[in-house]
């Protein structure tokens, strides 16, 4: 059950990049080799790893030829990494919540600490609890972001969205989208009723029941990530639930007005962590790759990738965005956002299934 809980948001993720591509003109694709590289590297990887300005530098600093394969969800990774032989793949991209699937699995190398710059991390995205074992570090958080609240700030009123009980209130009724996805929305609709994430039981359903029909009634649609962006880059919602930057960011030069934040309620988190393969025969380049992944430098061209933007976990790569990009992710409010969010409810089979029905019940409504 949670696997599918797990690919399904990471699937969702993946859409929103296709539709921010589609709507910017955008396109992600393998950067091409460098001329006569002597040496090829394989990443399995999201989308955003994709982008030429990202691995063009590497490739020509280190006379190599990095090989590009995206996956849609965790499920799906693992099942390439099963048909593969060992050795076929050297880097892994992962869901940060996931990387212990992977270790469990043998499939990654321990990396050693003092090659990392763990210490630029922001603290509360380092989650060693996920990326370590019996203080070993097999991955390290590359990239994060939130679902949260995406408005169109000349539709709104921007104070309003730093109320969590505007996702349930009348005066935005028929101009909002659901995202459909109910893991991190029943999320939210915890954080609006004064509850922690990992916190969630059973005894709670009563109340997220009644605000999810209540959002329900005030929304104009619930929708998938292309759907749902495409109708507030459109105009046709001035609100999306569960959005975030990785929504509106990519967008913030072409659709200006389109805008983010974090309520005074809080917000839920989600975070990808990158790795070195166990089986890799070229650990040393690797590793090396994962380095310049988390360096200011390439941390920046990630956060920016074409496929999607979303937060650098190195709070250093703020020296290599320029303002209108800082500005879109909002940069400088991350250690207030931080604080204020929590990650995704991680619920019993039997308490996953309540989730799921719940909103199942929502959307016939």
Known sequence: MMQSVRDGARL????????????????????????????????????????????????????????????????????????????????LVIDGVDVHRAIDLDLLAEMPADALPTADIFPEVRMEANNTKDGKTYAVTEKFGYNTISYDKTKVDPKDMQ?????????????????????????????????????LTEADMPAIKEKLAAMRAVSKQVSDVVSSQTALATGEVDILVGGGEWITAVLSADKPSLDWTIPEQGAVRWAQSIGVMKDSTKQDLALKFVQYILSPEGQARLATSSCYWAMPANAKAGEFLNDQQKTALRFSEQAEYLKKTQLYPIPSAELDQQFQDAWTEMLQQ
């Open 12 to 91: 969702r993720r993946f859409f929103s990049s296709t539709a921010a591509i589609a709507i910017t003109t955008l396109s992600a694709v393998a950067a091409p080799a460098p001329v006569f590289a002597q040496e090829e590297l394989n990443a399995l990887v999201w989308c955003d790893h994709t982008d030429p300005a990202l691995l063009e530098p590497f490739e020509k600093a280190n006379d190599v030829k990095v090989n590009v394969k995206v996956y849609e969800g965790t499920g799906a990774g693992l099942s390439i990494l099963d048909q593969s032989q060992p050795g076929d793949w050297d880097v």
């Open 163 to 199: 109320d969590l009980s505007v996702i349930w209130s009348d005066k935005y009724k028929g101009r909002i989208a659901l995202y459909d996805y109910y893991l991190p929305m029943i999320g939210l609709v915890g954080l609006g009723l004064g509850k922690k994430t990992s916190e």
